[in-house]
């Protein structure tokens, strides 16, 4: 028995990946839930120790009674910058009393003005007195507000957008254990942006596609000579799928959608879920009539696949709808990418 290669299964197991993410993000946006988003939690940076002192040199009772407790207050405001920077001496001031281990995300800089919006995301690290030393609220909804840049450890030369290629020519400016953190950080913020924009988007074509070996992978090479774009390529691997991994496809599905989004899934010969044009369609556009127009635009006048007959369309009856018929994926091509061949 020859033995498949391993960069075409390989490939094979890449788009399958792929497909499944685009059935999953096509839920997501019917639940309005994110399940492929990445975890992120921002950098974390601290308010400054001035001169072995737990507690700012703030000229006010509330600095001089909390000395004892070794806990940092800080003077913060909570009005919007822009009304701040003009007027701050007549804004209520209040002290942000942090405990020892307290930790502070950055919200927005405004490096020119020495000011910086910080909030403290841990629940039990930080609690807000005013001038009178009366509590005016705990952290149970993050803390934030405005304080001085100065009275942090943020260099100046940081903001949350920071690339790496900015990063690796300031680095030298950091601390070690702020590279440390900073580093591993800026690449899953890019990420947990790029998906927050996906799901705004609501675009599964924007999930990332996978890049595959051409070279000892018919599969992958057959997608590379004809140039397929994305929707032809998500159409061949729907339509090859249950010839690879029978019932894969059921378990994609797992009853997410109704027979009315992705047609009839069943065949009078086959146990399992087969594919159908209403369900290529739905993949993409879910139940928006402008995208739905476009995806079938392309199956009737664009795809590659469809216009060359190496995946046919077959409707159970004449008066059945034309976009429920079966995806057939041509049985020369079925055996050219089961068995890794260049076919005759």
């Known amino acids: 028995m020859k033995p498949i290669h391993p960069q075409h299964l390989k490939n094979l197991e890449k788009d399958i990946q792929w497909l499944e993410e685009i059935i999953q993000a096509r839920y997501d946006f019917m639940q309005g839930s994110t399940t492929l988003q990445v975890a992120y939690d921002p950098v974390r940076f601290q308010v400054k120790v001035p001169e072995g002192d737990r507690v700012f040199r703030v000229q006010h009772l509330a600095a001089s009674q909390l000395l004892a407790k070794k806990e ?25 009393v942090l405990k020892s281990a307290a930790t502070v995300q950055i919200e927005e800089m405004r490096v020119e003005d020495d000011w910086v919006k910080l909030k403290v995301p841990d629940n039990d690290s930080a609690y807000l007195i005013d001038q ?8 149970q909804d993050c803390l934030q507000g405005w304080v001085r840049l100065s009275n942090t450890n943020i260099p100046t030369s940081y903001h949350p957008n920071i690339t790496l290629e900015e990063f690796n020519q300031i680095e030298h400016e950091f601390p070690p254990q702020l590279q440390e953190a900073i580093r591993p950080n800026i690449p899953v913020r890019q990420q947990f942006l790029q998906w927050a924009d996906f799901y705004t988007d609501q675009n599964v074509f924007a ?49 997410k959608f109704s027979p009315l989004d992705i047609g009839n899934t069943f065949n009078s010969d086959y146990p399992g879920i087969v594919p159908n044009g209403l369900m ?24 590659i696949l469809l216009h060359n007959n190496i995946v046919q369309m077959e409707q159970d009856s ?12 041509n049985p020369d091509y079925v055996e050219q990418f089961v068995l890794n061949k260049v076919g005759e």
Do not use: C
């Open 207 to 255: 999930i990332p596609t996978p890049i595959l070996d051409n070279d000892n992978s018919t599969y992958g090479a057959f997608i590379e000579e004809n140039q397929l774009e994305l929707p032809d390529r998500l159409l061949l691997i729907l339509s090859l799928l249950h010839h690879l991994q029978p019932g894969k496809l059921d378990q994609m599905l797992n009853d």
């Open 318 to 329: 004449p008066t059945s709808p034309l976009m429920s018929s079966r995806l057939r994926l």
């Open 132 to 139: 009178n030393l009366i509590v005016q609220g705990t952290n």
């Open 280 to 303: 290529f369609i739905f993949f993409q556009a879910g139940h928006n009539l402008e995208k739905r127009l476009q995806a079938i635009n392309f199956m009737m006048r664009d795809s």
């Open 72 to 96: 940092t207050v800080v003077p913060i405001y909570r009005d919007d910058f822009e009304q701040l920077i003009t007027t701050s001496k007549d804004k209520q001031e209040y002290f942000a």
